[in-house]
Nanobody, 123 residues
């Protein structure tokens, strides 16, 4: 499966963005999908994950209350809604499909990775 992340851009602090992760090649409706982000000079960090059926959604404490994840399996798409953006949210955002129906913050859970979309938040 190929993953395509999109929706990034340059925004001001306090703005919102919605990122999309679209799968092609085959469906990922049976797989958990996560979002990670990586700022320059830093390690890639976990943002959140949604299970295959949306029954389980885990958001990292660093963005909890501002970011949400949802999915539309009919469209083979997972969304990351980011509200009240802060300059420290500036990073390249990556989506990843897990090997199974549920995932964690461990990168080894994920077999397929998208190419990343850049989010830049100005103060």
């Amino acid at each position: 499966v190929q993953l395509q992340a999109s929706g990034g851009g340059l925004v001001q602090a306090g703005d919102s963005l919605r990122l999309l992760c679209v799968a092609s090649g085959r469906t990922f409706s049976n797989n958990a999908v996560a979002w990670f982000r990586q700022a320059p000079g830093k390690e890639r960090e976990f943002v959140g994950v949604i299970s295959w059926s949306s029954s389980s959604i885990v958001i990292d404490d660093s963005v909890k209350g501002r970011f949400t994840i949802s999915r539309d399996n009919a469209k083979n798409t997972v969304y990351l809604q980011m509200n009240s953006l802060k300059p420290e949210d500036t990073a390249a955002y990556y989506c990843a499909a897990a090997r199974g129906s549920y995932g964690s913050g461990d990168r080894s859970d994920y077999r397929y990775w998208g190419q990343g979309t850049q989010v830049t938040v100005s103060s």
